[in-house]
């Protein structure tokens, strides 16, 4: 029996393109893949979820023009994953990855971009001269719908390079479209956490941090598209029960550690706050009240127990709560 010859080496790194009615957008994200430049080869995987626009015509357009490099895989909306009687993406996510051939893989939503031509380079460069560390990201800016500038996102503290699981709990600092990771860290188990969550990245974040460290790129190399997508269609007060929800979960269900839950308790205290903003906002009196007590109640232990954590609730957090509870309950 003959052994086949030449059979196509696998690339070092696996792009996944997440794309819903992105086509408006679709067209800038590929290209600004397209323009990477690295001394490694690198596949393109495009996870097309059922798009009611054009977009599927336009990642299609682009399987034909460069087919070598170009994979589209359009997803069978029969298998989608609904969660609480809602469709997710979560189908079209783990699918992608998992078609994913490389040793790396990066992450990118169709309506965001990179910036930086070396991205890729920089960032496998890094995960390939440090074994230890699960995966990497970046700073990026943040632009409006028709792509101009709002701001740059500033969310890791000066000097902090090195991002572990009690960081996650507290509070998420990573943008999907700047994270590259390892792809040996996706088995089984971790398919069947992400599977059953509202969100996909931030679930893929904590797991990432349970296989080593994740090291922070203080550089500008993307562009995230704020209040498009799915997000833009999430209520105030869903995020951040979504939020405790999906931490809660991974440490009942991934991985149970009393140290791990003392940070997340902790740190809890800005998730209820913000829960309470929007409860305060949807004029829901009585819930909004009840929420406040038990945030008052966390603040109180953060105090006690005089632990620094990432985002702290202040006076100036209350003080500003208790002006919009007293108002509403006519006090």
Not at 45 to 59: A, F, N, R
Not at 222 to 251: C, H, Q, W
């Amino acid at each position: 029996m003959e052994v086949q010859k030449n059979i196509a080496k696998p690339p070092l790194l696996s792009v996944c393109i997440f794309a819903y009615n992105h086509e408006k957008f679709i067209t800038q994200a590929i290209e600004s893949v397209l323009g990477q430049k690295t001394t490694f080869d690198f596949e393109i995987l495009i996870g097309e979820d059922g798009s009611k626009d054009i977009t599927p015509d336009i990642v299609k357009n682009y399987e034909i023009k460069y087919p070598e490099k170009i994979k589209v895989l359009f997803q069978d909306q029969s298998k989608k994953i609904y969660i609480n009687g809602n469709p997710t993406g979560r189908y079209n996510f783990i699918t992608t990855l998992q078609t994913c051939r490389g040793k790396y893989i990066a992450l990118l939503d169709g309506d965001d971009y990179w910036t930086d031509p070396l991205k890729l380079q920089k960032q496998v460069d890094f995960l390939e001269g440090n074994p230890s560390f699960s995966s990497v990201f970046s700073k990026i800016i943040e632009i409006d719908k028709n792509g101009a500038f709002i701001k740059n996102i500033e969310r890791v503290p000066k000097g902090v390079y090195n991002i572990n699981t009690a960081y996650l709990l507290q509070q998420n600092v990573i943008h999907t479209c700047s994270f590259t990771f390892r792809k040996s860290i996706i088995g089984e188990k971790e398919i069947c956490y992400i599977s059953k969550m509202p969100y996909g990245d931030v679930p893929l974040f904590l797991v990432a941090s349970c296989f080593g460290p994740i090291f922070y790129i203080n550089e500008i190399m993307s562009a995230y598209r704020k209040d498009v997508g799915v997000m833009k269609s999430i209520p105030k007060t869903k995020k951040p029960i979504n939020s405790m929800y999906l931490r809660e979960y991974f440490l009942n269900e991934y991985r149970n550690d009393k140290k791990l839950w003392a940070e997340y308790s902790l740190g809890q205290g800005f998730f209820l706050f913000k829960l309470c903003q929007g409860l305060i906002a949807e004029n829901k009196n009585a819930e909004a009240i009840k929420i406040y007590f038990h945030l008052f109640k966390n603040t109180f232990k953060t105090w006690l127990h005089r632990k620094k954590i990432i985002r702290e609730v202040t006076f100036r957090h209350h003080y500003n709560l208790l002006k919009k509870l007293l108002v509403l309950i006519k006090f």
